[in-house]
């Protein structure tokens, strides 16, 4: 595990922005797990200027996110699919098929949508680099506390918490939905590479559970320790609870002189 530790939120976007491009300048048609939440925003934003004053080329890269909305369709301005359309891809040259976004608007056979989400993962040749927020109950994704840590792609129904979390990008009166489509724990961790992004204190605890707690259903963003490529990329506030800064500090300058392809 690797902790890289940032001042502020704008500085975790930029770190995440440049492990994202080093990717896709390693391997033009690498696949990418993406994520939404407000913490990603700037890391777009950054991917976006690379696009346009780098040429940073997504021509042939393939992305698949992560969750959606249950019950909204892609043109809901609250849905994930409209998120990433307003941050990436409408600035970026990511050819429209290459594009994979569970389909909130979905009726009927649940099971079967989800199962060939997850099989066009596999056909894919599974998720090179895996984006990931983190939720204030530590989940990742929409894998709420107690879900299997076996999990694949399924319908979730959200907790209150996460429910009163994202009322504030909702209209008043507005109805929040109480099921999502989401990859399960045993998706993500089937990718070669993790990339977790925290901002601010309301993530303290999440993060220093994640990452120092037990592993548990209780906390599914802590089934990351099972994982062997994970880099966590915290503001100072979201990284305020960790007890081991000092150790994942030495850790870091010890693996950018070591081994600095792992950067
Ligand atoms: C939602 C998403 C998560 C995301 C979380 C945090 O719950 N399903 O994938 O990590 O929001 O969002 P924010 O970055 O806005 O705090």
């Given at each position: 595990?690797?902790?890289?530790?940032?001042?502020?939120?704008?500085?975790?976007?930029?770190?995440?922005?440049?492990?994202?491009?080093?990717?896709?300048?390693?391997?033009?048609?690498v696949?990418?797990?993406?994520a939404?939440?407000?913490t990603?925003?700037?890391?777009?934003?950054e991917?976006?200027?690379l696009?346009?004053?780098?040429?940073?080329?997504?021509?042939r890269?393939?992305?698949?996110?992560?969750?959606?909305?249950?019950?909204?369709?892609?043109?809901?301005?609250?849905?994930?699919?409209y998120?990433?359309?307003?941050?990436?891809?409408?600035h970026?040259?990511?050819p429209?098929?290459?594009?994979?976004?569970?389909?909130?608007?979905?009726?009927?056979?649940?099971?079967?949508?989800?199962?060939?989400y997850?099989?066009?993962?596999?056909e894919?040749?599974?998720?090179?680099l895996?984006?990931?927020?983190?939720?204030?109950?530590?989940?990742i994704?929409?894998?709420e506390?107690?879900?299997?840590?076996?999990?694949?792609?399924?319908?979730?129904?959200?907790?209150?918490?996460?429910?009163?979390?994202?009322?504030?990008?909702?209209?008043?009166?507005?109805?929040?939905?109480?099921?999502?489509?989401?990859?399960?724990?045993?998706?993500?961790?089937?990718?070669?590479?993790?990339?977790?992004?925290?901002?601010?204190?309301?993530?303290?605890?999440?993060?220093?559970?994640?990452?120092e707690?037990?592993?548990?259903?209780?906390?599914?963003?802590?089934?990351?320790?099972?994982h062997?490529?994970?880099?966590?990329?915290v503001?100072?506030?979201?990284?305020?609870?960790?007890?081991?800064?000092?150790?994942?500090?030495?850790?870091?300058?010890?693996?950018v002189?070591?081994?600095?392809?792992r950067?």
């Amino acid at each position: 595990m690797l902790l890289v530790l940032k001042p502020d939120l704008e500085e975790v976007g930029r770190e995440a922005a440049r492990m994202v491009a080093s990717a896709v300048r390693r391997n033009p048609a690498v696949r990418l797990g993406l994520a939404t939440g407000s913490t990603t925003v700037g890391m777009y934003q950054e991917l976006v200027r690379l696009h346009r004053q780098e040429a940073l080329d997504f021509s042939r890269v393939l992305t698949f996110n992560l969750d959606e909305y249950l019950g909204l369709s892609a043109d809901h301005p609250q849905s994930f699919a409209y998120f990433m359309r307003q941050h990436f891809f409408s600035h970026v040259n990511v050819p429209p098929a290459n594009i994979h976004i569970p389909d909130g608007s979905i009726k009927g056979d649940y099971r079967q949508y989800c199962a060939a989400y997850e099989q066009s993962i596999r056909e894919a040749g599974g998720i090179d680099l895996q984006i990931l927020g983190i939720g204030r109950n530590g989940h990742i994704g929409f894998n709420e506390p107690t879900s299997s840590l076996g999990s694949r792609t399924r319908l979730k129904v959200l907790t209150q918490e996460t429910i009163e979390d994202n009322h504030k990008f909702f209209a008043p009166g507005e109805e929040i939905p109480q099921c999502a489509i989401t990859m399960g724990i045993g998706t993500i961790l089937q990718a070669r590479r993790i990339l977790l992004l925290a901002s601010g204190a309301s993530k303290a605890t999440a993060i220093s559970n994640a990452i120092e707690g037990p592993v548990t259903a209780s906390v599914t963003a802590s089934a990351l320790q099972l994982h062997p490529e994970v880099t966590f990329i915290v503001d100072r506030d979201a990284g305020a609870q960790l007890k081991q800064q000092a150790y994942y500090r030495r850790v870091l300058e010890m693996t950018v002189a070591l081994t600095p392809e792992r950067m």
